[in-house]
DNA sequence: CTGAAAGCGCTAACAG
DNA sequence: CTGTTAGCGCTTTCAG
């Protein structure tokens, strides 16, 4: 049993335009029959078909949003903002948790351009090349659908990224002040390279070497058992390291398990670093140093972008690039304030 | 530059009738056409409609997720579950976070109405009376749309739920059986009310009495920071207690940073329980007993039982009751390795 | 096997 | 102010 505008209309005596008219708030009518329309909408609980709809006005108030994982609080988190934000503004969002892999992410987005969806937010860790990333750009273009990314550095589309190099050297180079020169760090594909590259720009800085057999490099997803793995073949390999610095808060917490397990206290024996400020990073025992990443403000910005870019020719868009500044907190785990206690 | 069925059947020299034709993979197409019609498809990079085809095939492959909050490990899990079944069965998620608003729900009900979703899964720990209800079921079944709830108890509706009763008085009597007589409990309206009853029938059975005044019941989300602020209202109540069961694990983190905070440590000086055994609860220190909630059960019986239904007759069907059993994992934070170790 | 044509439910001119 | 009508992009008879 469907119920269409068809019926509304006749329940109401008028036509289907009319029922459309009162829908749509547009050209006035006159009160009383508006009135009769809407009672009819009411008793018959009449939904608009948003498909039909959207078949016309060329928007179906959904936004796509791929992310890489879900068992991340980063990406939850930011998953929440942004869900809550487009609520606000009447869209909709519909999700896919790509596992960072490449056929996934072009997967998702093709069921999403198949949906019409009205603009996607892409966020990833995977790094792109230009050529890989041509078959989503080019599908996107093609369906003028805008895209805006989180991390991942696209010359044609509107990108927000972190400045994780930043915030790396920031995380590393407060571990040199503390005087630590062995210092290791785990990471990995699935974690963005910058912070590798930042932990390496601090040493730069400060006139050290890098000892590459303290970079521990994890094959699968960025998550506790995986840092609880590379800690330990740290730990196996014999080399000399008194700190960690993490890719990520996650792979922190499996790596300062390891290194409890082994014996060790942290930040007493080794002072540990990790990256993104989640939320159990404060909760955490010793509380979790970090380098935070404003989730809130990214989470904005990402749905601001893509709702500038709803009207516009995505083809004349001048892409813009936003750059959000990491913040290192200092709590315990990095030994800071333990040390600070023994000066006094 | 839209690119549609037209195009495609021009560039390949055929009616749409034939395009559509091999996109349905149906009628028997010559295989030559059929060559140059996909030749076009792939040259054009043209990506079907999908809301064109809903109006005919009556089905988005799409459906609509309701969960009450994404900062819960819980719900985050079970989502990336049916997420994950749902893609494999071609279907994407549409997902809408309630913050336990009763108004949040029904508005996002209506949208995924409005987008005819082709089933509603519905997670709520809201307790419903069937006259709050009736506005969603109404709705659902004006609309032909399955509904399959976890843990709301709609007679009209296949719904899923844990057994809560029985996994929360196993909790309560474990920590009865290890000598503990004063057991507060720390839940509220946004946790499943069965988790209190289950405490008070451990105490029944066991012929003791409750204090009601070691019942906190906090009023917003069950947060980390709600969890904190209920337990410190108990430690500031002057009242007597040797245990807390917490009404879910997250609440249960929170009330342990209290206990601690006030000099006492976990289970040494009181002992703690939690519930749904979320992935941080076995990291967490001390490791958190628990009652687990059989995620991956539960995600792929929500995804099966939607399934089912998307053919039928919703008006001939007979709702289906699934239970599922809870199990306690008893870890470190009630004090039971610790007797162990005691009494060897 | 393939094309023509009739809609799906709705919006948007265009008349009245 | 309101009704009629022509599509939106696709699937599905119904003929050829």
Request: charged fraction near 25%.
């Amino acid at each position: 049993m469907k119920i269409t505008i068809k019926e509304v209309a006749q329940l109401a005596g008028v036509s289907i335009a009319t029922v459309s008219r009162v829908l749509n708030e547009k050209n006035k009518v006159k009160p009383s029959t508006r009135d009769s329309v809407q009672q009819a909408i009411e008793q018959l609980n009449f939904q608009p078909d948003q498909n039909a709809r959207t078949m016309i006005k060329k928007s179906t108030k959904t936004i796509g949003m791929l992310v890489p994982e879900l068992t991340n609080e980063f990406w939850v988190f930011l998953l929440d903002i942004v869900q809550k934000e487009l609520w606000e503004l009447g869209y909709t969002l519909l999700i896919g948790s790509t596992d960072h892999q490449r056929e996934k992410e072009i997967a998702f987005a093709k069921s999403f351009i198949e949906k019409r969806v009205d603009g996607i937010i892409y966020g990833s860790s995977v790094i792109e090349t230009a050529k890989e990333m041509s078959d989503l750009i080019a599908l996107t273009k093609r369906y003028d659908i805008p895209i805006v990314t989180l991390d991942p550095r696209i010359p044609q589309a509107n990108c927000i990224f972190g400045d994780h190099i930043q915030g790396a050297t920031d995380a590393t180079d407060h571990l040199i002040r503390q005087g630590h020169r062995h210092i290791g760090y785990i990471g990995g594909p699935s974690v963005s390279a910058k912070r590798e590259l930042g932990y390496r720009n601090a040493f730069m800085t400060n006139d050290l070497i890098v000892n590459e057999a303290l970079i521990q490099r994890i094959e699968g997803l960025p998550t506790f058992e995986n840092g609880y793995e590379a800690a330990r073949r740290l730990l196996e390999s014999g080399e000399r390291f008194t700190a960690l610095f993490c890719g990520n808060d996650v792979l922190a917490f499996g790596t300062i398990k390891a290194l409890e397990e082994h014996g060790w206290s942290v930040p007493q024996d080794i002072a540990v670093v990790g990256y993104d400020d989640v939320h159990s990073a404060r909760l955490w025992k010793p509380a979790l140093t970090t380098v935070r990443q404003p989730l809130q403000d990214i989470g904005r910005t990402l749905v601001e972008m893509i709702m500038d870019s709803l009207g516009k020719d995505i083809h004349e868009l001048v892409p813009k690039k936003i750059i959000f500044q990491m913040q290192l907190v200092v709590r315990d785990s990095c030994g800071a304030s333990l040390r600070n206690e023994e000066q006094q």
